[in-house]
């Protein structure tokens, strides 16, 4: 059963930081790019970053950049998304997602995402 499951979300006041993780089953992971994605109340959901096979690459929205680090571990189906310098607007459900080979392609499998909430 294919299976992408995100954790480490959490409140955390203005300017901290969070990781996320997310361990994926059920399928290979070096065969998939793979991102991380938002959806804050009321919003549409927005890409945040993504991390190439192989770790090659890496992007992130103009938003987080500088801000968050995403990195991947294939040998134990992982993929993290550290957050420092949290602020309001990071403030959303965090899921993670897979690609098959190409951060640009589309995501075929998604997580059932996890809360991260900024207050003060």
């Known amino acids: 059963q294919l299976q992408l499951v995100e954790s480490g979300g959490g409140l955390v006041q203005p300017g901290g930081s969070l990781r996320l993780s997310c361990v994926v089953s059920?399928?290979?992971?070096?065969?998939?790019?793979m991102g991380w994605f938002r959806q804050a109340p009321g919003k549409e959901r927005e890409w945040v970053s993504c991390?190439?096979?192989?770790?090659?690459?890496?992007n992130y929205a103009d938003s987080v950049k500088g801000r968050f680090t995403i990195s991947r571990d294939d040998a134990k189906n992982t993929v993290n998304l550290l957050m420092n310098s949290l602020n309001f607007d990071d403030t959303a459900v965090y899921y993670c997602?897979?690609?098959?080979?190409?951060?640009?392609?589309?995501?075929?499998?998604w997580g059932q995402g996890t809360q991260v909430t900024v207050s003060s």
């Open positions: 997602a897979a690609a098959p080979l190409r951060c640009d392609n589309e995501y075929d499998y």
């Open positions: 059920g399928f290979t992971l070096d065969y998939y790019a």
């Open positions: 991390i190439s096979r192989g770790s090659r690459f890496t």
